[in-house]
């Protein structure tokens, strides 16, 4: 399954590239990126796992920003 999701407030490029790296790292994710000129985020993972995926994405990306919000629709 692959997604994309919009970004609000993520304010720099170096910590787009942690939170990619970061959600590469995740069990069941086949591919990552995260955006700072489009403030996008798109994973790319094991179907059966991918609402526990997310999660845990959003955890990583507060970590790394805690004010940037990721719009799950």
């Known amino acids: 399954m692959k997604k994309t999701y ?3 407030d993520l304010d720099c490029a170096n910590c787009a590239a ?12 086949t591919s ?4 700072f000129m489009t403030q996008k985020m ?4 094991d179907d059966a ?3 526990q995926i997310v999660k845990e994405a959003v955890k990583v990306c507060r970590k ?3 004010d940037c ?5």
């Open 6 to 8: 919009k970004m609000i």
């Open 18 to 29: 942690k939170m990619e790296e970061a959600i590469k790292k995740i069990d069941g994710v």
């Open 32 to 35: 990552a990126s995260v955006s």
């Open 42 to 45: 798109t994973i790319e993972g």
């Open 49 to 51: 796992r991918f609402d």
């Open 64 to 66: 790394v920003e805690p």
């Open 69 to 73: 919000e990721i719009v799950l629709k």
